[in-house]
T-cell receptor, first 111, second 115 residues
Framework: KQEVTQIPAALSVPEGENLVLNCSFT??????LQWFRQDPGKGLTSLLL?????REQTSGRLNASLDKSSGRSTLYIAASQPGDSATYLC??????????FGGGTRVLVKP | GAVVSQHPSWVICKSGTSVKIECRSL??????MFWYRQFPKQSLMLMAT?????????EQGVEKDKFLINHASLTLSTLTVTSAHPEDSSFYIC???????????FGEGSRLTVL
């Protein structure tokens, strides 16, 4: 059974700092891995999708890396802004494209 | 724009009543949709996989007779919480998969409160 751990559980930084969010998973037999953002009381917004054959994906200030063999993914957010405050969820996709979610990292970017 | 539309966004009902939540795909036809539940300060837990034209596949521990799923078309899946009780109060979120990439998109969620 896939288990996903996200560290740290919470992060508070001043505006402008770079963010590093870590995700580890126990079963490396994944098809892909997605990073999501969830605002309080809202659904999930897809940020990045990394296929199992890829090492990283980039979108604007976001960059996600994937080391499938060691069961790790890292989300980097450059030059953080208050609008980046949210919970970030990592979810590796296994058979049937079932996602297993980590507990999330709650980010607060202070102006 | 939004890929998934979920309705209602919140609902309050009395114990013993049934509640239906709709999930619509706005951007593409979705053969497979997923229903998740999220309790406060917890992560999402997959409840069931909804397959168009066939029976849903439920995760272990999820009562199929309590959480009825219908996926009658390629753009609509519904989740009905039957005879709801206070312990069913939760945030229910649907998602659907873009087959070409495997990427999943989520609805805005439906907050159910059972009194």
């Amino acid at each position: 059974k896939q288990e996903v751990t996200q560290i740290p559980a919470a992060l508070s930084v001043p505006e402008g700092e770079n963010l590093v969010l870590n995700c580890s998973f126990t079963d490396s037999a994944i098809y892909n891995l997605q990073w999501f953002r969830q605002d309080p009381g809202k659904g999930l917004t897809s940020l990045l999708l990394i296929q199992s054959s890829q090492r990283e994906q980039t979108s604007g200030r976001l960059n996600a890396s994937l080391d499938k063999s060691s069961g790790r993914s890292t989300l980097y957010i450059a030059a953080s802004q208050p609008g980046d405050s949210a919970t970030y969820l990592c979810a590796p996709g296994g058979a049937g494209n079932k996602l297993t979610f980590g507990g999330g990292t709650r980010v607060l970017v202070k102006p | 724009g939004a890929v998934v539309s979920q309705h209602p966004s919140w609902v309050i009902c009395k114990s013993g009543t049934s509640v239906k939540i709709e999930c619509r795909s706005l951007d593409f036809q979705a053969t497979t949709m997923f229903w998740y539940r999220q309790f406060p300060k917890q992560s999402l837990m997959l409840m069931a996989t909804s397959n168009e034209g066939s029976k849903a596949t439920y995760e272990q521990g999820v009562e199929k007779d309590k959480f009825l799923i219908n996926h009658a078309s390629l753009t609509l899946s519904t989740l009905t919480v039957t005879s709801a009780h206070p312990e069913d109060s939760s945030f229910y979120i649907c998602s659907l998969r873009r087959e070409s990439t495997g990427e999943l998109f989520f609805g805005e969620g439906s907050r159910l409160t059972v009194l």
